[in-house]
């Protein structure tokens, strides 16, 4: 079982930057794809980054890219999402994920596993 914790939201204002981080732990962190997620009240989740197993490729959707960076250390066991720039459009719960398998995807539903998830509120 990998076990997921997210860490570094809360409440700033449009213009600030935020990091978020993902401790993994239960099983080898560098096997799995991470991707991180949102979920805004009364709104689908929607992906927001995905970074491969070594660090090397990295994807981010369009409302997100140049303003948000995915990132990974293998050695800490942790995945980043720095969010510069922040909107009030951003406020949502982040997930991070984690998916085993072999097609790098940005569909929630290729994650195996979920953490709790953290608030960002970004005010106006």
């Known amino acids: 079982q990998v076990q997921l914790l997210e860490s570094g939201g809360g409440l700033v204002q449009t213009g600030d930057s935020l990091r978020l981080s993902c401790a993994v732990s239960?099983?080898?962190?560098?096997?799995?794809?991470m991707g991180w997620f949102r979920q805004a009240p009364g709104k689908e989740r929607e992906f927001v980054a995905r970074?491969?197993?070594?660090?090397?490729?990295?994807r981010s959707a369009d409302s997100v890219k140049g303003r948000f960076t995915i990132s990974r250390d293998n050695a800490k066991n942790t995945v980043y999402l720095q969010m510069n720039s922040l909107k009030p459009e951003d406020t949502a719960v982040y997930y991070c994920?984690?998916?085993?398998?072999?097609?790098?995807?940005?569909?929630?539903?290729?994650?195996?596993?979920w953490g709790q998830g953290t608030l960002v509120t970004v005010s106006s």
């Open positions: 970074i491969n197993r070594n660090g090397d490729s990295t």
């Open positions: 994920a984690a998916d085993s398998g072999l097609v790098l995807s940005i569909s929630p539903s290729m994650y195996d596993y």
């Open positions: 239960g099983r080898t962190f560098s096997d799995y794809v």
